[in-house]
């Protein structure tokens, strides 16, 4: 009997490369205000959904659930830092997570629920992680960032000796 192969995967917001460096450049101007563990550009991102270590029988389940996703296409502003002193996490966010972002979440897991995964029910904080184990330090305010929403992606978390890596599996563009 052969040992069923296990995929971290994750849906999330993934930035094309003009919203990338806007969050880049935003990321490096709060963290030159602390130290801790920065997060590589390259890995910025909002996860929408973590499902976690899933079977690869369930990965069927889980792109059908995305296709079922009702949600529009939005725009979203990320406009200031924030710490989470519990959990040493320094994050980019918007002031305001515009509802249409709320509805695409609630979607989502609404879908996922057949797939047998449950919604994390504490409330949603749209975030991009930028450093971890981070000490407190001056949160200085940003240029905002404008993120037009057009898409749900599903990815896929490796780690290695580097850290993590992330692999874009499947795109699916919200409707207009």
């Known amino acids: 009997m052969s040992a069923r192969r296990k995929r971290r995967l994750f849906f ?17 101007a709060v963290r ?14 909002i996860t ?6 899933v079977d690869e029988e369930l990965l069927d389940c889980v792109r059908s659930a995305a ?50 995964f449950w919604p994390d029910f504490r409330d949603f904080h749209p975030h991009v992680t930028i450093a971890r184990r981070w000490r407190k330090a001056r949160l200085p305010e940003i240029r905002p960032v404008h993120w037009p929403i057009d898409a749900l992606m599903l990815l ?11 692999t874009l599996l499947e795109r699916w563009p919200l409707i207009r």
Not at 48 to 53: D, Q, R, V, Y
Not at 94 to 107: C, D, E, H, I, Q
């Open 48 to 53: 929408l959904a973590f499902l976690g270590s």
């Open 67 to 116: 296709e079922q996703v009702n949600a529009g296409a939005f725009a979203l502003t990320i406009d200031r830092a924030g710490w989470w002193k519990r959990t040493g996490i320094l994050w980019l966010g918007p002031s305001a997570g515009p509802a249409a972002l709320n509805r695409l979440v609630k979607s989502l897991w609404a879908a996922l629920e057949p797939c047998g």
């Open 156 to 166: 896929e978390s490796h780690t290695g000796q580097r850290g993590a890596r992330y």
């Open 12 to 28: 999330a917001l993934w930035p094309d490369a003009e919203v990338r460096n806007g969050l880049a450049s935003a990321a490096a």
């Open 32 to 45: 030159k205000h602390g130290s801790g563990r920065s997060v590589p550009d390259e890995n910025l991102h």
